[in-house]
Nanobody, 124 residues
Framework: QVQLVESGGRLVQAGGSLRVSCAAS????????MGWFRQAPGKEREFVAG????????TYADSVKGRFTISRDNAKNTLYLQMNRLKPEDTAVYYC?????????????????WGQGTQVTVSS
């Protein structure tokens, strides 16, 4: 059974940096694209970043482009999201997800498995 477990979320000041992680188990992590999504209170879940199975191709939401970096370590079955120059509007629960395919997608319904989320709070 595939499990995704996020960690690393915490309270951080605006302008600061944070890295969240997603540990995968129970499946062949290396064969699938992965994504990060987030959901703020009262808002719909939104795409943040995606990465293909090799890590060679990535994509970002416009709101985080240039500030966030998605990466993966296939030897450790772990996905990362490095977040720099954080803003209060980045406050949300961050979820990692595994795609149905070896690529990434901006659509949440194209992801088969989801983690439980990790809370990131950015204070102004």
């Amino acid at each position: 059974q595939v499990q995704l477990v996020e960690s690393g979320g915490r309270l951080v000041q605006a302008g600061g940096s944070l890295r969240v992680s997603c540990a995968a188990s129970g499946g062949t992590f290396t064969l699938y694209g992965m994504g990060w999504f987030r959901q703020a209170p009262g808002k719909e879940r939104e795409f943040v970043a995606g990465i293909n199975w090799t890590g060679g191709t990535t994509t970002y939401a416009d709101s985080v482009k240039g500030r966030f970096t998605i990466s993966r370590d296939n030897a450790k079955n772990t996905l990362y999201l490095q977040m720099n120059r954080l803003k209060p509007e980045d406050t949300a629960v961050y979820y990692c997800a595994r795609s149905y395919t070896n690529g990434w997608s901006r659509k949440s319904d194209e992801y088969a498995y989801w983690g439980q989320g990790t809370q990131v709070t950015v204070s102004s």
